[in-house]
């Protein structure tokens, strides 16, 4: 499957974002999505996932009750819905495509997008 994530931009501290992953198969509904982010300097981490159906969801503590994952699986889409946005969420944001929602390893993910940068300023 082949991801297309789009959304990203420049934006300031307490703005809203929404970044979306467009996935090219038509077996994208039975994957699991995850969104990772990799900020310069530091490693890749799990931001959020989503199960095949939707109805298992798992962020990260540090984006918990400020972001949503959300799919439609008729448009073959995933959308992360980012609000409140902070400074430390600058970063690279990548969704994947894999197993299981479950694990946040981002090994648990064998198909990858390109990466939206996102960049908040203070």
């Known amino acids: 499957v082949q991801l297309q994530a789009s959304g990203g931009g420049l934006v300031q501290a307490g703005d809203s974002l929404r970044l979306s992953c467009v996935g090219s198969?038509?077996?994208?509904?039975?994957?699991?999505i995850g969104w990772f982010r990799q900020a310069p300097g530091k490693e890749r981490e799990f931001v959020a996932s989503?199960?095949?159906?939707?109805?298992?969801?798992y962020y990260s503590d540090s984006v918990k009750g400020r972001f949503t994952i959300s799919r439609d699986n008729a448009k073959n889409t995933v959308n992360l819905q980012m609000n409140n946005l902070k400074p430390t969420d600058t970063a690279v944001y990548y969704c994947?495509?894999?197993?299981?929602?479950?694990?946040?390893?981002?090994?648990?993910?064998?198909?990858w997008g390109q990466g939206t940068q996102v960049t908040v300023s203070s």
């Open positions: 994947a495509a894999g197993g299981s929602a479950y694990y946040r390893s981002f090994s648990n993910y064998g198909y």
């Open positions: 989503i199960n095949w159906g939707g109805g298992s969801v």
């Open positions: 198969s038509r077996t994208f509904s039975t994957y699991a």
